[in-house]
């Protein structure tokens, strides 16, 4: 099999959580110089699966990756420095890495990007390039920021309040298959169904559309 086919077996593996055959196809591919394989490899390694967890050797593996310049490399060694994952905290380092990766069109480096933004770690905070970074990650489909995203709308941070946008943006992630926005919309649903039907036999709207409220069931 050719270096592409072993990583796409590979990643089924992971999805079935076979990770021994999973390795073994990333560790194939990997000898082909392939860079999704070596993140692959370091995803095993960094979160310990079916291997002892090994913050150092994830590491090795990113960094061989992103020796290949593959774009998503960058954003993972970013998140070792931005969590301290075997190395020492340096959001310096992880915004250097995760503006490489965005430089290179990687979804999760812009979001990540985005998160340090918005935090003013490594950089200067900035909302609104916070914003265009999570913009531009759902743009690519990137589901997490369009709940970030549906929560500033909602809450009117860093943009103009508009709550039809911020619940369009948590059903979008929802469609893209993001967990935590589809428990979001199924609570919101049920309790706008509930609300109606208390309207309805006493007159008056029993929902009250306060967004703080609402985004406490996004926790």
Known sequence: MDSRTLVIAANYCMNQSLFERAK??????????????????????????GVEQ????AKELYEKAAELD??????????????GKGVEIDHTKAFKFFEDGASKG????????GNLYYGGCGVEKDIKKA???????????YSISYVVLGKMYLEGEGVDKDREKGLNC???AANLGNEDAIKIVEIYDLITMNSQ???AGNGRNAFKENTAQLWKLFQ
């Open 131 to 141: 914003v265009q970074c999570f913009e531009l990650a759902a743009q690519k489909d």
């Open 70 to 83: 593959y774009p998503n490399a960058y954003s993972k060694i970013g998140y070792i420095y931005s969590t």
């Open 170 to 172: 948590i059903r979008t």
């Open 54 to 57: 090994d913050y150092i050797k």
């Open 197 to 199: 039907e208390e309207a």
């Open 106 to 113: 990687d979804a999760e480096a812009i979001y990540n990007l």
């Open 24 to 49: 073994e196809f990333y560790e194939q591919a990997a000898n082909e110089k392939n860079g999704e394989a070596f993140v692959g490899l370091g995803n095993i390694y960094l979160f310990g699966y």
